[in-house]
């Protein structure tokens, strides 16, 4: 079954510890991205890749890192999460980043709590 | 400030009828997209729309999109519970590569 999976799916943490929020797709996707979710505040971008050690900042990278080493992995780091950074954080990925076909698959989510 | 805004914030409407929402941005783009969430999952697609076209349906949903204006809508038709869900617009914007913007969403509660 073609998906993205994201690990955890929840997750409470405090402030200072680092974390890593896994995503993968088994579908051979060139393009990943990272958003957080916010009420009022739809989905921002944080970080994106266009393929294999290749990432670009989104609209809010600020706080966090990610890495592109294989494909099918796109792991979301907080070096020191700070409470402002407790959202909803869905990956997402297309197949490619080409104007004619642009849809996105989403993972389920992780929701992250940092006290 | 965002580029896809929404309107209405929220929709409560009875099985059967149409929904319709919309959406503004604010600079040039190549593509306009419409996503489904329900309640806290992640986004499922419903459909993308060109700079280059004007219409698009897909079952019961039916997109426009007016560049002169900077808008598009979505109309879903004989509504049905099971479109109860939050709805977005993503803009693609054709100067910034790679980036897609999404609005805060129109919440539809479709009730029996």
């Known amino acids: 079954e073609a998906q993205v999976t994201q690990n955890p799916r929840y997750l409470i943490t405090v402030t200072g510890k680092k974390l890593t929020v896994t995503c993968s797709q088994n579908?051979?996707?060139?393009?990943m991205s990272w958003y957080r979710q916010d009420p009022g505040l739809g989905l921002r971008q944080i970080y994106y890749?266009?393929?294999?050690?290749?990432?670009d900042k989104g609209d809010v990278p600020e706080g966090y890192k990610v890495s592109r080493k294989e494909k099918r992995n796109f792991p979301l780091i907080l070096e020191s999460p700070s409470p402002n950074q407790t959202s909803l954080y869905f990956c997402?990925?297309?197949?490619?980043?080409?104007?004619?076909?642009?849809?996105?698959?989403f993972g389920p989510g992780t929701r992250l709590t940092v006290t | 400030s965002q580029q896809g805004e929404e309107d209405p914030q929220a929709l409560s409407i009875q099985e059967g009828e149409n929904a319709t929402m919309n959406c503004s941005y604010k600079?040039?783009?190549?593509?306009l997209q419409w996503y489904r969430q329900n309640s806290g999952r992640g986004l499922v697609h419903l459909i993308l729309?060109?700079?280059?076209?004007r219409e698009k349906h897909s079952g019961r949903l039916r997109v426009t999109l007016d560049t002169s204006k900077k808008s598009s809508s979505l109309l879903i038709t004989a509504s049905r519970a099971a479109d109860t869900a939050s709805y977005f617009c993503?803009?693609?914007?054709?100067?910034?590569?790679?980036?897609?913007?999404f609005g805060a969403g129109t919440q539809v509660v479709v009730t029996p």
């Open positions: 890749s266009m393929n294999v050690e290749v990432t």
């Open positions: 729309i060109r700079s280059n076209e």
């Open positions: 600079t040039s783009i190549n593509n």
């Open positions: 997402a990925s297309s197949e490619a980043f080409d104007r004619a076909r642009y849809e996105q698959y």
């Open positions: 579908m051979n996707h060139e393009y």
């Open positions: 993503a803009t693609d914007l054709t100067d910034s590569w790679g980036k897609l913007q």
